[in-house]
């Protein structure tokens, strides 16, 4: 299961329900900035590091795991930057995800 979703212009209350849900070493890297997109992809505990990886070396966005009430089976990337950084990151993701599952029908 992956599903992706954007939000453009993160309200300060969406902020503080992602910083409740992060650890305190992204907290602290996010806290006073302005984002102007972020990106939510939810998929396997390894998906998320993959994707986090992939869009950290890929794209100008801050990656972050948040944190879920089943961590150990579902989680949800994000990440955080300019819209059209954001926006490529996702459409990178989504590609790539659907070419995997091509491949293994």
Known sequence: MAEGRIIYNPSKL???????????DS??????RKYEAVGLFQTTVAGVLYYADRVF???????VEINGSCPQHITTLAFFGDTSAVETAMKAIIHEEQS????MI
């Open 14 to 24: 969406v902020m503080n329900m992602f910083y409740r849900k992060m650890n305190a």
């Open 27 to 32: 907290r602290n890297e996010l806290q006073g």
């Open 57 to 63: 070396k890929t794209s100008n966005v801050y990656p």
């Open 100 to 103: 995997r599952k091509n491949r």
